[in-house]
């Protein structure tokens, strides 16, 4: 049985066409705009300090930089960070937009780069985290922020309804139910790189953030409860119709009960200021 590759050479491999697999999609275009949506009353007022855990390619960043905020980028894949400084350059916004090759369980390295305004982690970065790490990350991202900071992140779920019903329609039981683990899934992220993942439901990422650090939950909401998942692409692009009408009805079911069940959920945590005795 041949190793995994690690993290950053996995994200590596699959850079050059993230966009085109991901990105540019149907879905992943609706995805992404419907986080941007409860994102956006976040980055007010203008002018925000934000850092970017697992930044891809840099779609979040750049839009990001559009309403006015200054964005550190990080991903653990160079591969990744070259093509965000990339588009960066393109864009003419290298003053506003700054890329690390940074790992998160590695974010005290930035610390001389605080206080930041934000965290923001977007489609399951986080999930290629293990739980012991993700304690350590907790403290590291409550000490990078301002008091009162606020960490924003989209992260996939224990219970995802679309993707039980399409693996048991296929029968393939075992993959049905993979998130239910508490061990490391090996999740594919194309057809050749893999990458281990951990799935957790809201409450428990909160309990690992708060280990050694105070945070206060003010936001819970479904990301992917009437949208299908990435995967599904080349089925729904070819039904827009279908797609638009899911698009509609994932707006009407945001509520924190649907998190539960979709395919990712956003919350939103407030770095909470211990008051000394």
Not at 133 to 155: I, N
Not at 172 to 195: E, H, M, W, Y
Request: charged share 20%; proline share 5%.
């Amino acid at each position: 049985m041949q190793d995994k590759p690690a993290p950053d050479a996995a994200f590596d491999a699959v850079a050059a066409g993230y966009d085109l697999e991901f990105t540019e999609t149907a879905v992943g275009k609706l995805q992404r705009n419907q986080v941007w949506q409860v994102l956006q009353p976040i980055l007010q007022p203008q002018g925000k300090k934000v850092l970017e855990l697992n930044c891809g390619t840099g779609a979040d960043a750049l839009w990001m930089c559009a309403h006015n905020c200054q964005v550190l980028a990080t991903d653990i894949s160079p591969n990744m960070v070259a093509i965000t400084q990339e588009k960066a350059q393109k864009a003419g916004i290298t003053a506003r937009l700054t890329t690390s090759v940074c790992a998160i369980e590695n974010l005290s390295a930035l610390a001389h780069q605080g206080p930041f305004d934000l965290v923001f982690s977007n489609f399951g970065g986080l999930n290629c985290v293990s739980p012991a790490a993700l304690q350590g990350a907790g403290k590291d991202l409550h000490a990078l922020l301002q008091p009162g900071g606020t960490l924003a992140v989209v992260v996939m779920g224990r219970c995802c309804i679309w993707e039980i019903l399409y693996f048991l329609a296929k029968g393939r039981f075992k993959t049905a139910f993979r998130r239910f683990s508490r061990k490391p899934v090996c999740a594919n992220l194309d057809g050749a790189a893999q990458i281990e993942t951990w799935y957790y439901r809201p409450q428990e990422l909160q309990k690992l953030f708060s280990t050694h650090a105070s945070w206060r939950r003010v936001q819970l909401q479904a990301i992917g409860i009437a949208l299908p998942p990435s995967y599904l692409n080349p089925f729904f692009e070819k039904r827009p119709i279908l797609l638009s009408w899911l698009n509609r009805l994932e707006q009407k079911a945001r509520q924190a009960y649907w998190a539960r069940f979709s395919d990712h959920y956003w919350m939103v945590l407030e770095a909470v200021v211990e008051q000394k005795s």
